[in-house]
Structures are given as C-alpha cells and as structure tokens.
C-alpha cells in the first residue's frame, strides 16, 4: 500500500485513540466507577456560619445518603474558587460543578434577570417564592440555557436593607447628599438615584474599608450580610427598608446534567430542591438573629411604617418606567402576579 494512502488510515486511528480517551475521562467524572464516585464542586462566597454554606452542606449530605455514595460534593467556601461571577463563568465553561450566587450577578449575562431587582417588585418573600417557582422561573431559566447553565432552584438571602453614619432612613429626603455603596447594577443604582442619593458600585471586598475610611456614607445589604460582614463597626444607622428582595440561584453545568444517567439526573434535581427549600426556611429563621446581634453591637434599628414605605414605592415608579421595555412588560407582571 502507498504511504499516500496509509496517512488517512493513520490519522483516523490517531482520531479514534484519542476520541475514546477523552469520552472515558469525561464518562468517568459523570459516572460512577470502580475507582471513586461523580464528583461535584459547589462554590460560593458566603461564610460556614450563613444559610448559604448550611444548605451546601445539606445537598452534600442528602446527595451523597440518597445516590447510596454515588456523588462526591465538595463543598468550597468562602470565595475560595472565586467570587460571584467568577464562579458563574467557571461552572458555564465547565471548570467547577455548581455555584450558588446571588441571583442579580446573572444580569450580567442575561439582562432581563434584573426584573426580580426591581424595587419592592415582590411585597413579601411569599409571592417570591411563587414567581420564582412558577412561571417568572421557568422564563428567566431558559435564558441560562444558552450559557451551558441549569438552575436547581431558587433560594435567598432575604431583604436588602441601608445602614449609613448620617441619620435613620425613613423617607426618600433622609437620602438626600448621602454616598451609597451598591452593586454594579443598573436598576439598583438608577433606584438609588430616583431616591436622592448618590449611588457608587463598590467592589464588596473593599466596602469595609471604604465605610471604615468614610469614603462612602452608607451601603445596602440582607442583614446576614451586614452581620456576618460585621458592618456595625463602622455603620451606626440600620434602616429596614427592605427595597430589594435578594434571591440566590443554584446553578449547575448543563453539560455535566445532560451526561448524568437520568436516574442520578433525577436525584440531583430532587436534591436541589430540597436544598432550596432548607435554605429559605433557615434564612428566614436566621434573619431575627441577626438582628438582635446588630442591635446587640451598637447599631440604632428603625423599621418604616407602610406610609413611609409607601413613599419609596412611589418614587421609585420612574424605575420602572425607565426598564420597562428592556425588561418587557409581560415579565414584570409574572413578577407581580402573587402579590394580591
């Protein structure tokens, strides 16, 4: 035979060869095999101590009890794997397993994920949940699709609320001149804006510092937040304004899902759930705890009545206006929808 026409042979050996070694390795990180169990590294940036990292822990556990050991979940705290968005990136391309973020960070990739940071979009976490649950998530979760991402469920880490050095909030005009730390969002800082202060995105690693140095006035967090952060040594005022609703989203590689056999794929989503639903439980149970620790550091506490929330609401209405169209009508009304 003429080495012309051995060449094609060799390089689809080579093809062959090389094609069943790499099918093998990923097979083995989707199956389980003599040699060890499915792998799952699940990131995040919170605390051990936060209801974040305790529901990690649960899906660790009640995964790993209900597949019999088939599943190895390794649990990375702390920012260790990166932060937010790192992580979210990192779970797309496939380099970690899963992530639990914020949800705000995935307005990043897909803009009409803002509709759930709206001001007040959800009167009580009640009606989150049932959006969340229902026709708002299955919308915003096809959208992760195309970014390679699952989304388990929808968790939480509660309402967003103020703390500055200057005065109690308790109307829009107390906000009036004041610096205020927010995400790199749009709709939160167009909010803040509506409301008279001066918004500024400020990296979260650095916050501490900038309030500890009064290069910035106030800033805005859940109150596992701004107690696990230990923001009540350099705040004074917490304002329970409760302006955003802050939910989380357990995210998983789609690749890694599509490839699991679907009984184990099956259980994976039964255990995200359940993991969703301890989470929520948990922050909600936490959330008085956390209060009375920042009472107990010094920190003065004011709740608005419905008449001065009342008046945040309305003036947030140019907000809405402004991201309507973006955002599209129909979405914000399925965000809406369990509110009555």
């Not at 390089?11 to 169990?37: A, D, M, Q, R, W």
């Not at 979210?88 to 391309?93: D, K, L, P, T, Y």
């Not at 008279?196 to 501490?208: D, K, Q």
């Amino acid at each position: 035979m003429k080495k012309s026409n051995l060449f094609p042979i060799l390089v689809l050996v080579i093809v062959l060869l090389t094609s069943g070694i790499f099918y093998k390795e990923y097979y083995n990180k989707t199956h389980p095999t003599s040699s060890g169990p499915i792998v799952i590294r699940l990131s995040h940036v919170a605390n051990e101590t936060s209801p974040i990292h305790l529901s990690c822990v649960y899906f660790e556990e009640i995964l790993e009890e209900r597949s019999n050991g088939q599943f190895d979940v390794q649990v990375y705290p702390n920012s260790q794997l990166g932060g937010d968005r790192q992580a979210v990136e990192a779970v797309s391309i496939g380099s970690i397993t899963a992530t639990f973020p914020g949800t705000a960070v995935l307005a990043g990739f897909e803009p009409k994920f803002m509709v759930g940071d709206l001001p007040f979009i959800f009167k009580t976490r009640e009606s989150a949940y049932q959006a969340l649950d229902n026709e708002l998530g299955t919308e915003l979760n096809k959208l992760l699709e195309k970014h390679n991402l699952v989304n388990l469920g929808f968790g939480e880490t509660g309402y967003r609320h103020i703390t500055n050095n200057v005065r109690p909030i308790t109307s829009p005009e107390d906000l009036k001149g004041i610096s205020i730390r927010t995400m790199e969002n749009p709709i939160h800082m167009a909010s803040f804006r509506a409301w008279g202060a001066n918004p500024t995105p400020i990296s979260f690693s650095e916050l501490f510092t900038a309030l500890q140095q009064n290069t910035i006035d106030a800033q805005e967090n859940p109150l596992q937040i701004i107690s696990s952060s230990r923001f009540y040594e350099v705040q004074k005022y917490l304002s329970l304004t409760g302006h955003f609703f802050a939910s989380g989203s357990v995210l998983i590689n789609k690749e890694f899902m599509d490839n699991l056999p679907e009984d184990l794929r099956d259980l994976v989503y039964e255990c995200g759930r359940d993991m969703v639903e301890y989470e929520r439980k948990l922050t909600q149970e936490m959330e008085s705890q956390f209060l009375e620790e920042l009472k107990a550091n010094g920190m003065e506490v004011n709740e608005l009545t419905p008449e001065q929330k009342d008046k945040f609401i309305q003036m947030a209405q140019s907000v809405y206006e402004q991201y309507k169209d973006m955002l599209g009508e129909d979405l914000i009304k399925l965000a809406m929808k369990y509110n009555d």
